[in-house]
């Protein structure tokens, strides 16, 4: 089913290819999630949430700022593009206005004048790209390079930064997989390739990249770059950055191929100026990526441990020992106890309690047998006991579905959020406690008690990743309340030892921690790259760099 097209005061229907995601909210319509009434009820009782008495509006009904483009910049992009691959109508405006975060889709919602870039350009060639950035830089008008626009961080919202007008640069029509050199195992992929669209590529030649993120189904192989975007088998393949081998950019200032072997003592390493960039410094327009085999068989074991430090110190051991899980994560005491609640059989034994962890393990028949069984031996030795398979089949099998509980959760008058973070294994239970409280306390002040889950989401022999998700009732101004929260989560990490974020990159609402997390000579290391690059300062301001 395609999304309602979003049509404002300027009722003119969408002439571009839409994003494939609703405009106000995650995915696939057809795949939402309502909440059922015993749900409600439960939501009502413990934490006090009750329908909020505003309606959305509907997407006719959204107004948006006019844009602030002339008919002379408008006819200019059309010269570089085609008439065809520009468009300053609301309906096609609209489902570029932000990311999906929760602020975001709180945002959609609201019945004041919307934000939105003031034009949507969907170049077709790196030549194109070229000249629009060049246009732009001479016109004053900033660009904001757009993948899937799923960006959680406020990586693509509609910034201006002092310039007369922003456009929305949509890759989606960087869409090849231009190589694959099997003797190697490379791959070159367009930049607007979405997950599915990449994996079915390599699929049909018998090879995998292998990196899900939750938000797999809609993001692209540009956007994993410009965010390093972390999956859910990175256990197993690596992070996103992990697997980029090289990258061709495009900058105001000129292109740049990076990455000419496997491994170089050619300097500092470029392409990690460029990776994380997010959008800030250059437009990615393909990635060459180590990519593997389709993998012949995989082995799912789930598993209970009877606390969180038990668990966490078992996956800490498996790790170090490199016994070679692709899927490894583990759910604190709240979030097993919430899963608990939906279904208190897990793999056919009654749980009580404790902690779910999930294995995953890929290869050959004889590889993935190895690895299991390594693993499993460390897990039960570490105090674990196993569920079986089908908890983790389970897993697997929903594990891209949970964002549409929170567009439920958001209607049904919860406020539904997630942050992560990561730090060293010793640091890790002190991280999770002080984050822990810093919500509890700040959603507190604000009116409402709140359910803080935590899970182990990647790990690495020196430590993991901590990702977060709240869920309270929504006060009179939800983006207020989170706001509260989010900044004293944010102090709580950098206070204790912890990244401002693991994967879910920088954007505008990590900028206000990104001095202290960098320093301020590395700050100023970004603005001399920025400056080099991009001296007019078009691409993507108020993302990233202080
Ligand atoms: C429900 C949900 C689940 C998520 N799960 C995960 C997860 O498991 N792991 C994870 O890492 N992240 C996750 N994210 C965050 C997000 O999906 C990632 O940051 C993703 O990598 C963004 O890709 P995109 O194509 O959607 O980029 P966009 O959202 O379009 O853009 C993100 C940033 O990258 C820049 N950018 C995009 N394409 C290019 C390009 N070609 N050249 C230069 N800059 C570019 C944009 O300007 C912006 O700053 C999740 C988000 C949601 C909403």
């Given at each position: 089913?395609?999304p309602?097209a979003?049509?404002g005061?300027d009722?003119?229907?969408a002439t571009l290819p839409?994003?494939p ?13 309502p ?8 939501l ?6 009750t329908?909020a008495d505003h ?11 006019p844009?602030a ?13 085609g008439?065809?691959?520009v ?5 096609d ?6 990311g999906k975060?929760t ?22 060639g ?6 629009v950035?060049a ?9 904001v ?9 406020g990586g693509?919202?509609?910034v201006?930064?002092?310039?007369t ?25 367009g930049?607007?390739?979405?997950g599915p669209?990449a ?6 030649r ?5 990196h899900y993120?939750?938000s ?5 192989v ?15 393949h690596g992070r ?11 900058t ?9 072997a ?25 990635v ?5 085999p389709?993998?012949?068989v995989?082995i799912?074991?789930?598993?209970s441990?009877?606390?969180?430090a ?10 170090q ?15 097993t106890?919430?899963n ?5 059989r ?6 009580t309690?404790?902690?779910?962890a999930v294995t ?33 089949k ?7 579905n949970?964002?549409y ?11 539904c959020?997630t942050l ?20 509890e306390?700040?959603?507190?002040e ?9 899970h182990?989401s ?7 990743s ?10 009179d ?9 989010k ?38 290391i ?8 991009d ?12």
């Amino acid at each position: 089913m395609t999304p309602d097209a979003p049509t404002g005061p300027d009722r003119t229907p969408a002439t571009l290819p839409l994003p494939p995601m609703k405009w106000d909210a995650w995915g696939d319509p057809d795949l939402a999630k309502p909440l059922s009434e015993d749900i409600r009820a439960l939501l009502e009782q413990a934490l006090g949430v009750t329908p909020a008495d505003h309606p959305a509006p509907t997407a006719q009904e959204v107004v948006l700022r006019p844009s602030a483009l002339s008919r002379e910049d408008l006819d200019a992009l059309a010269g570089i593009v085609g008439a065809a691959h520009v468009s300053s109508h609301d309906a096609d405006r609209l489902p570029r206005a932000g990311g999906k975060s929760t602020p975001d889709l709180l945002r959609r919602r609201s019945r004041e004048v919307q934000d939105a870039p003031d034009a949507v350009v969907l170049p077709g060639g790196e030549d194109e790209i070229t000249a629009v950035l060049a246009l732009c830089a001479e016109r004053r008008i900033a660009v904001v390079p757009f993948g899937g626009g799923t960006s959680v961080v406020g990586g693509v919202d509609p910034v201006r930064g002092g310039f007369t007008a922003v456009i929305s640069l949509d890759l989606r029509r960087f869409d090849r997989l231009e190589s694959l050199d099997e003797v190697s195992g490379e791959a070159v992929l367009g930049a607007g390739l979405t997950g599915p669209q990449a994996e079915a590529l390599l699929a049909a030649r018998g090879y995998e990249l292998g990196h899900y993120p939750q938000s797999f189904r809609y993001a692209t192989v540009g956007g994993f770059a410009a965010t390093r975007s972390s999956g859910q088998n990175s256990a197993g393949h690596g992070r996103f950055d992990d697997m980029v081998r090289g990258l061709r950019v495009l900058t105001p200032s000129g292109a740049i191929d990076l990455g000419r072997a496997p491994a170089s003592a050619a300097g500092p390493d470029l392409r990690q100026l460029f990776l994380g960039s997010e959008g800030t410094l250059g437009v990615i327009t393909a990635v060459r990526l180590r990519v593997h085999p389709t993998p012949a068989v995989k082995i799912h074991e789930a598993w209970s441990f009877p606390d969180f430090a038990t668990g966490a110190a078992a996956l800490r051991e498996v790790e170090q020992q490199g016994t070679g899980p692709t899927v490894i994560r583990i759910s604190d005491e709240t979030e097993t106890a919430i899963n608990l609640a939906m279904t208190d059989r897990i793999g056919g034994a009654q749980v009580t309690g404790g902690c779910l962890a999930v294995t995953v393990f890929e290869g050959t028949p004889e590889q993935a047998a190895a690895r299991h069984l390594r693993t499993r031996e460390v897990l039960l030795a570490a105090g674990g006991t196993s569920l079986g398979e089908e908890a983790a089949k389970a897993w697997e099998h929903g594990r891209f579905n949970a964002p549409y509980l929170r567009d439920s959760l958001l209607t049904a008058g919860a406020l539904c959020e997630t942050l992560e973070t990561a730090t060293s294994w010793a640091g890790l239970a002190a991280l999770k406690a002080a984050v822990t409280s810093a919500l509890e306390d700040a959603l507190r002040e604000s009116g409402s008690s709140a359910l803080v889950m935590c899970h182990i989401s990647h790990v690495y022999p020196t430590g993991a990743s901590l990702y977060f998700t709240v869920v309270a009732a929504q006060q009179d101004d939800p983006l207020e309340q989170w706001g509260r929260a989010k900044r004293a989560a944010g102090d709580a990490i950098l206070a204790h030892g912890g990244t401002i974020t693991h994967h879910h990159a920088v954007g505008t609402d990590h900028l206000p921690w990104m001095t202290r997390e960098i320093g301020d000579l590395g700050v100023r290391i970004l603005r001399a790259v920025k400056d080099a690059v991009d001296p007019a300062g078009i691409l993507n301001p108020g993302k990233l760099i202080p």
